[in-house]
């Protein structure tokens, strides 16, 4: 089918941004993975899109030792990386604002020295307004960190007064489960306020996730049919084909279910299933963010196998590539039974959902990466057609595509030139690149930026981690008790067994994991 086609001018592509103030940044875990995969490029991105402030710092801290000058190689490296056609005098420009402290986290003596060199480089870069730290720890380190931030003063400096110049940003996941979620928000709320607190879930930075507000609310025809008498069942996959990689020592603690399913999932599922807020204000959406988490039905401990599937990858193959056991990768426990696959079906309380099963399924070194959410209709009631039977009338599927290919599509049948009844599924597709003729901006991008315009719409409030929590401890200490180890599945795999009956026994199939 032919696409739509781009009936856009190059002013309705391009929305303005606001830009940021100045800012000063400072970066624990500064020679970690996360800074050099995403955060580095993302700030690089604003600062060449002139989002960022002339007086604008970044001050990493880590654990390795490193110059300033030193820091700014491998920052050039990573932003290199990952920013194709870039100026080297931009880049250069860029990295000349970058600093580096090393230190132990939990030595008071790193806390004063930053204090000191941050003293130095605010007169420097004239910068006295903003402040923002940025947690790119593993999660353990983040109450030692937030602890002596207060102790030591750097919490609240004297110089900005008001709190609210200050931000703290943590990310996913916040917590192990909803005890200690609790227990690292007592100790980050002793010392800043929750307007100060950025959690960072990096799905909701996402162009196509945040889209899913605008198409549910910005256009009258789907609103009416969103909901039990129309829709079907709903199917959300989020699937990598990527394994463990390096991150071994922080994955084999968490497990898909906190990686993935706590966050990025349920988010997603808030999204798609949410009743409108009032306004497009970031705590009217994020109400209805936490009220749509607190209608999803607690899972039946007792029949557990019922709704939920775990599941560990093995050795198998992805595009020709031979890739051995999880257990066999390096750092992680021979005898480990941490989830690298989940497949659930929940179901929402209220008037809206009641009754409409929710399909979610993650993994690692699955067949394909391929994230979507699928709403699949109600099949016609009755068919007029006496050759065809009423199974044979596919329902419509509404495929919200958020990445690789981002887009949305719309599965219809039609006639097919010929024989009177001869019928055909359709897709009416939309695809993001083709439209809007821009490469998708990386989701850190825009929360780094929100961050620093003070915009909490796309982080998640407490109340929504701790609702998460709620209904997925029990989960993980039933998995805890439990002695056997999680189903295993070949690399490359579309699903495990267990997960398709967990779907087929309702008489419906996953969809086939799309190879992009
Ligand atoms: C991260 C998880 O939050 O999201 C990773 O920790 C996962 O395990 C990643 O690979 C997936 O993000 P994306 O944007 O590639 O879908």
Redesign the pocket.
């Known amino acids: 089918m032919q696409q739509i086609r781009p009936t856009l001018t190059k002013e309705d592509i391009i929305c303005a941004e606001t830009p940021a103030g100045p800012n000063a940044f400072v970066v624990f875990g500064a020679s970690g993975d996360l800074t050099h995969r995403k955060l580095l490029a993302s700030i690089f991105q604003l600062f060449a899109h002139n989002l960022l402030d002339e007086k604008f710092y970044l001050l990493g801290c880590g654990r390795k030792k490193f110059t300033d000058d030193q820091f700014r190689v491998t920052a050039q490296d990573s932003i290199r990386q990952k920013s194709q056609f870039l100026s080297a005098k931009a880049l250069k420009t860029f990295t000349d604002k970058l600093y580096y402290i090393d230190g132990d986290y939990a030595d008071d003596n790193l806390y004063q020295r930053i204090k000191t060199r941050l003293a130095e480089l605010d007169k420097k870069h004239n910068v006295f307004e903003s402040l923002v730290y940025y947690l790119a720890v593993p999660p353990f380190l983040y109450s030692t960190i937030v602890e002596h931030l207060s102790s030591t003063g750097l919490a609240c400096p004297k110089k900005l007064g008001s709190k609210e110049h200050i931000k703290l940003v943590v990310e996913?996941p916040f917590g192990r489960d909803l005890k200690t979620a609790a227990h690292l928000n007592n100790t980050i709320s002793h010392c800043f306020d929750e307007s100060q607190i950025y959690r960072i879930d990096?799905y909701l930075g996402k162009e196509t996730v945040q889209n899913i507000l605008m198409f549910r609310f910005a256009n009258a025809i789907f609103e009416p049919v969103w909901n039990r008498n129309y829709i079907d069942h709903v199917q959300i996959t989020?699937a990598?084909t990527?394994g463990v990689e390096h991150r071994a020592g922080y994955y084999d603690k968490a497990g898909a279910l906190r990686?993935?399913f706590q966050n990025?999932m349920l988010q997603m599922l808030a999204l798609v299933a949410m009743e409108p807020p009032i306004s497009f204000d970031a705590d009217h959406i994020r109400n209805e963010r936490v009220k749509l988490l607190r209608s999803i039905r607690p899972f039946n401990i007792k029949t557990l196998d019922d709704c939920c599937v775990r599941g560990q990858y093995g050795p198998g193959s992805i595009n020709g590539k031979n890739l051995i056991d999880y257990l066999e990768e390096k750092g992680i426990d021979k005898n480990s039974k941490t989830e690298t696959f989940v497949a659930a079906k929940l179901f929402i309380d209220n008037w809206r959902w009641q009754g409409v099963p929710f399909y979610l399924r993650t993994g690692k070194r699955l067949a394909a990466k391929d994230?979507e959410i699928a709403i699949t209709f109600k099949q016609v009631p009755f068919s007029m057609f006496a050759s065809v039977a009423i199974d044979e009338l596919p329902p419509n599927i509404l495929v919200l595509q958020i990445?690789p290919e981002e887009g949305i599509s719309l599965s219809f049948q039609a006639k097919r030139p010929g024989s009177k009844i001869c019928m055909t599924s359709l897709n009416m597709d939309f695809n993001y690149k083709n439209i809007f003729l821009v490469e998708m901006p990386e989701a850190y991008q825009r929360l780094l930026l929100d961050c620093m315009l003070g915009d909490q719409t796309l982080f998640a409030r407490y109340d929504g981690v701790e609702t998460s929590w709620q209904l997925l401890t029990p989960l993980l200490h039933a998995w805890e008790k439990d002695k056997s180890p999680p189903f295993k599945y070949p690399a490359g795999s579309q699903s495990l067994p267990q997960a398709d009956k967990l779907i087929e026994k309702d008489n419906r199939k996953w969809r086939k994991l799309a190879q992009h």
């Open positions: 996913k990096h989020i990598e990527v990686d993935i990025h994230t990445q």
